[in-house]
T-cell receptor, first 112, second 113 residues
Framework: DQQVKQNSPSLSVQEGRISILNCDYTNSMFDYFLWYKKYPAEGPTFLISISSIKDKNEDGRFTVFLNKSAKHLSLHIVPSQPGDSAVYFCAASGGGADGLTFGKGTHLIIQP | DTGVSQDPRHKITKRGQNVTFRCDPISEHNRLYWYRQTLGQGPEFLTYFQNEAQLEKSRLLSDRFSAERPKGSFSTLEIQRTEQGDSAMYLC???????????FGEGSRLTVL
């Protein structure tokens, strides 16, 4: 039973365009959401987060949007750069579980 | 470097052998987590410690797995009688918060032949 779902295993975007990565969750008790970025052979690196009391959080080129009624969040990267090519994991905390619950990840490929 | 460090980075072993991984968290972090990641999956929770106390264990953690954090600082994860299905990346993370951001190490990749 996957509580955090990333339904797109991969996404290809042209350099300079906007990348939109999506994430859905099923546990309404989750109260904090995070995006992690992972390069091959490295551990995940924290990118941006959002509390359930907000609907948007922005940090430079990265913006996370949260739609609680739809149990959906998205990560926008604009403009996309070659160094953004990585696997992006959506994660959630709260919901009665300790630590973070992760999705399966989306492999973002930025094409020149 | 004051991040989370893990050792070894890569371990290749034969089926049936025992392996041990070590994690050194960020020094002021009292919470330490172990996750496992297999190909095509996100990190899956295994267990966590608050100081030296092991507070939760996932059902993924069979009786062949044991984790310790004897002095509330570094932690070890031991896998006994390894099986090919144990091949994965074992990730350690630490934090000071009850919920929120975890800081991950670079992982220890286990290959069981």
């Amino acid at each position: 039973d996957q509580q955090v779902k990333q339904n797109s295993p991969s996404l290809s975007v042209q350099e300079g365009r906007i990348s939109i990565l999506n994430c859905d969750y099923t546990n309404s008790m989750f109260d904090y959401f995070l995006w992690y970025k992972k390069y091959p052979a490295e551990g995940p690196t924290f990118l941006i987060s959002i509390s359930s009391i907000k609907d948007k959080n922005e940090d430079g080129r990265f913006t996370v949007f949260l739609n609680k009624s739809a149990k959906h969040l998205s990560l926008h990267i604009v403009p996309s750069q070659p160094g953004d090519s990585a696997v992006y994991f959506c994660a959630a905390s709260g919901g009665g579980a300790d630590g973070l619950t992760f999705g399966k990840g989306t492999h973002l490929i930025i094409q020149p | 470097d004051t991040g989370v460090s893990q050792d070894p980075r890569h371990k290749i072993t034969k089926r049936g052998q025992n392996v041990t991984f070590r994690c050194d968290p960020i020094s002021e972090h009292n919470r330490l987590y172990w996750y496992r990641q297999t190909l095509g999956q996100g990190p899956e929770f295994l267990t966590y410690f608050q100081n030296e106390a092991q507070l939760e264990k996932s059902r993924l953690l069979s009786d062949r797995f044991s984790a310790e954090r004897p002095k509330g600082s570094f932690s070890t994860l031991e896998i006994q009688r390894t099986e090919q299905g144990d091949s994965a990346m074992y990730l350690c993370a630490s934090t000071i918060w009850e919920t929120g951001e975890l800081f991950f190490g670079e992982g220890s990749r286990l290959t069981v032949l």
